[in-house]
């Protein structure tokens, strides 16, 4: 049994390998703004029995952009100097592509409690053209914030199953990293991790509507993150999903499809600062109130509604690869980049660590 799942641990690690080799640098300038895209995958939210480990490799493809004639209010946020910077430029192309690989680890401890840890690898690229502002090149890569989800299931039936769960984020991405050749910290939004300990409570809800055939399953979370140590605060979230898993052939039991709806809201960040108006005229800024203290930043927050269309392969029984697109229906990024349709797809391996074989 050892021996197994090792070979598929080595088959998972090269998976990852080829994920993140995929997070290479590119040709960049300055730009603002980073989501990442958000569906159900079953079998993270789940509770798997008591001994089971269960690791997804997810590779996460996230593009924003401005639309034509917007994105000129985004402000000039310096959490470094304690600078807000409201701005009405001309702006040409502003461009925000984030990229994920994940490896995630869903145990049982018992067959009703379970543990999550997701370990993200991430890659920011921007670029910008504003008005006559001389574009800077900008891309970051590296571990993320980990998160570790710890999980109840109130209901263990064979047909259903309700989960509750309290999840942390640990401030291990990088938060200080700068803009190239200079000095100045790169904004809070294009940042590998938020700068503080978050906390998410969540629910999953699956019942199977018509058994091994059609199953029908519900999310909701909601993330606090803490103002970090430069007084900024992203903006608490929201996610509710809700859809299907649907066998469309019963002699092909190994194909699956899932079509879910998803729903985020984002508050607006905030940070401590004073508060400037940039002329675009003469090239400076004029002081429209000289007093740091704690302000929303203008053109964050959000709300973003999704159509999620995706596949499921279980190829021999050895792993389930699968694949979903994420179709915006509804965007609102208040003047700010908005997402664009973004794509996932990965492998599922499970491995019985006690009380059985693989």
């Not at 089971?52 to 209010?73: F, H, S």
């Not at 984030?98 to 869903?106: F, I, Q, S, V, Y």
């Not at 090149?137 to 769960?165: E, W």
């Not at 294009?190 to 059609?214: A, E």
């Amino acid at each position: 049994m050892v021996r197994s799942i090792w070979s598929s641990v080595i088959a998972m690690s090269v998976a990852i390998e080829m994920m993140v080799a995929m997070l290479g640098p590119s040709p960049v300038e300055a730009s603002c703004g980073s989501v990442s895209c958000f569906v159900v995958i079953g079998s993270q939210q789940q509770v798997p029995m008591k001994g089971l480990l269960t690791v997804n490799a997810i590779y996460n493809y996230t593009p924003m952009e401005a639309p034509p004639g917007e994105g000129g209010r985004i402000p000039f946020a310096n959490q470094g100097d304690k600078t807000l910077t409201l701005a009405n430029l001309n702006v040409k192309r502003i461009e925000t592509l984030t990229r994920t690989a994940a490896l995630d680890l869903n145990y049982g401890l018992t067959d009703r409690l379970g543990i999550q840890v997701t370990l993200p690898y991430k890659a920011v690229d921007s670029d910008a053209q504003i008005g006559g502002l001389t574009p800077v090149p900008y891309d970051d890569k590296g571990l993320g914030d980990i998160r570790a989800t710890l999980k109840y299931n109130l209901l263990p039936t064979l047909r259903s199953m309700v989960v509750l769960g309290v999840g942390v984020d640990f401030p291990t991405g990088d938060y200080g990293q700068v803009v190239a050749g200079t000095d100045q910290l790169a904004e809070s939004t294009l940042q590998l991790g938020r700068g503080n300990f978050g906390v998410i409570p969540m629910m999953y809800q699956t019942y199977d509507l018509i058994p091994h055939r059609l199953n029908q399953f519900a999310m909701a979370s909601y993330r606090y993150t803490a103002k970090n140590s430069d007084g900024y605060k992203f903006g608490n979230e929201v996610n509710v999903s809700l859809g299907l898993n649907i066998i469309p052939l019963e002699r092909t039991p190994w194909l699956a499809v899932t079509q879910q709806f998803n729903f985020r809201w984002m508050q607006n960040d905030a940070m401590d600062a004073s508060l400037f108006l940039f002329n675009s005229n003469t090239g400076s800024s004029i002081v429209l109130d000289p007093e740091v203290k704690f302000r929303a930043v203008p053109t964050t927050g959000s709300t973003y509604v999704a159509y999620s269309p995706g596949i499921n392969l279980n190829l021999w029984n050895f792993a389930s690869f699968y694949f979903i697109a994420q179709i915006p229906i509804y965007r609102d990024f208040n003047g700010n980049l908005e997402q664009q349709i973004s794509y996932i797809f990965g492998v599922t391996k499970s491995f019985q660590i006690f009380g059985g074989a693989s």
